[in-house]
Every structure is written in C-alpha cells, then in structure tokens.
C-alpha cells in the first residue's frame, strides 16, 4: 500500500489551504485514516482521524479550524484547514490503517510541508 500526499505549500495567516492524501495498492481494505503534523525537534502530534464510518477526532490545537474528510470509494482522506496560523507550520503526514489477514498495519505518506506566514 502506498499513500501520496498533495496540497502543502505557502499561505498566510488566515489562509486556507486542503491537503489530500490518497492510498493505493492492490486487494487491500482501509480502516481508519488521519493526519499528523510535525515540527523539526518536537514530537509528532495528531491532527485529526476519520473512521470508515465517518467519525472524525481532532487535536486540541486545530479544533473549530480544521475539517478532516474521507472518500471510502477512492481510500482518500482530506483535510481541509481554515483559519490557519503560524503554529501551524510544519510538515503533515498522513496515515492509513489496513487491515491484514490477522491484524492491522499502519502505513504513511511521505510527509507534505505546510508554512503559514505571519
């Protein structure tokens, strides 16, 4: 399974900017999906995730700013960031869960790069 995300780039503050993220491969079956930023020296911290069936979770940080979405037909995953402040620079990684003949694997994207200006 591979994912290749797009949308990253220069906005500033206040700006929008939509990040996509989608998996492909062969007979495979994605259960959740999300995204996770970081910023160089500090951990990686959640953005947000998004069940099959719909059910998104969100960081603390991004709440009332951020809207994650999905497309279960093309195992896409979007997120949609509106309201966008410097401390939101950093680099994104999305993330898909798939599930395997006796467990689950995570599998990410290479990381797309988010800089807002102030």
């Known amino acids: 399974v591979q994912l290749q995300a797009s949308g990253g780039g220069l906005v500033q503050a206040g700006g929008s900017l939509r990040l996509s993220c989608a998996a492909s491969?062969?007979?495979?079956?994605?259960?959740?999906m999300g995204w996770y930023r970081q910023v160089p020296g500090k951990q990686r911290e959640l953005v947000a995730d998004?069940?099959?069936?719909?059910?998104?979770n969100y960081g603390d940080s991004v709440k009332g700013r951020f809207t994650i979405s999905r497309d279960n037909a093309k195992n896409t995953v979007y997120l949609q960031m509106d309201a966008l402040k410097p401390e939101d620079t950093a680099v994104y990684y999305c993330?898909?869960?798939?599930?395997?003949?006796?467990?689950?694997?995570?599998?990410w994207g290479q990381g797309t790069q988010v800089t807002v200006s102030s």
């Open positions: 993330y898909a869960v798939v599930q395997g003949a006796s467990d689950y694997v995570h599998y």
């Open positions: 998004i069940t099959t069936g719909g059910g998104a």
């Open positions: 491969g062969s007979s495979f079956r994605v259960a959740g």
